[in-house]
């Protein structure tokens, strides 16, 4: 089983909320396009890998939970 270090937990967890941010970004534009829709996909399934890992301790995953839920 994969036991991260703390840093690479700190550099998943980053990585996660960039794709928290990205969709957010995303979902302020007036007009999401194609291309928009599969970026915001994309990062909607990476954050629901990240969910699903056990290594997280005290990390707040709730922004994961709000980025996949603002784009059904």
Not at 15 to 44: C, H, P, W
């Amino acid at each position: 089983m994969y036991e991260p270090t703390v840093q690479e937990i700190k550099k998943h967890y980053s990585a996660a909320m960039d794709s928290v941010k990205t969709i957010f970004e995303l979902r302020k534009k007036e007009n999401i396009t194609g291309k928009d829709s599969e970026v915001i996909l994309r990062n909607q399934e990476h954050l629901l890998i990240m969910l699903n890992k056990e290594y997280w301790d005290n990390e707040d995953l709730g922004p994961f939970s709000d980025a996949i839920g603002s784009f059904k």
